[in-house]
C-alpha cells in the first residue's frame, strides 16, 4: 500500500489545464480518496474534478465560480458551495482509478487542489 499525493495551482483561463491528478498503478485501485479544491472569486474561475472508475465511468463534479469547494472520499463527491452541500455523487462503493482537478471556465482567477488517496491492491 502506499500513499499517493499531488498538488497544485492554476491561474490559467484555459478551460482543461489540469492542476493535480492522482492514477492507479496497474490493476491497483485508489481508496480512501480525498480532495479538496477551491478558486478564488472571480468571473468564471471555476474547477473540474473528474473521478475515473476501474470500470472505465466517469464522474464530473464543477464547482461554481468564487463560491464552492469539493471533498471527495472514495468514489463519492461532495461539492459545497456558500457552506452547504449542494451536491452529493453516492458513488463510494466503485473502484477509483484515477483523480484529476483541472480548470474549467476562461477566468483568470488562482485555483487551487490537494489529492491524497492510499493506493491498494
Do not use: C, F
Not at 465560480?65 to 468514489?75: Q, R
Not at 459545497?80 to 476562461?106: E, F, M, P
Amino acid at each position: 500500500m502506499a500513499t499517493l499525493r499531488s498538488e497544485g495551482s492554476s491561474g490559467s483561463g484555459t478551460p482543461g489545464t489540469t492542476i493535480a491528478t492522482v492514477t492507479r498503478t496497474g490493476s491497483n485501485k485508489l481508496r480512501d480518496v480525498h480532495v479538496i479544491a477551491g478558486q478564488t472569486n472571480s468571473a468564471n474561475t471555476q474547477l473540474r474534478i473528474t473521478i475515473t472508475y476501474t470500470d472505465s465511468t466517469t464522474t464530473q463534479i464543477d464547482t461554481v465560480a468564487g463560491a464552492a469547494w469539493v471533498v471527495v472520499n472514495g468514489g463519492g463527491g461532495l461539492r459545497i458551495a456558500g457552506g452547504v452541500a449542494d451536491l452529493v455523487t453516492a458513488l463510494a462503493a466503485k473502484d477509483v482509478a484515477t483523480i484529476t482537478v483541472a480548470t474549467l471556465g476562461t477566468g483568470t482567477g488562482t485555483r487551487g487542489a490537494s489529492i491524497s488517496a492510499e493506493e491498494v491492491a
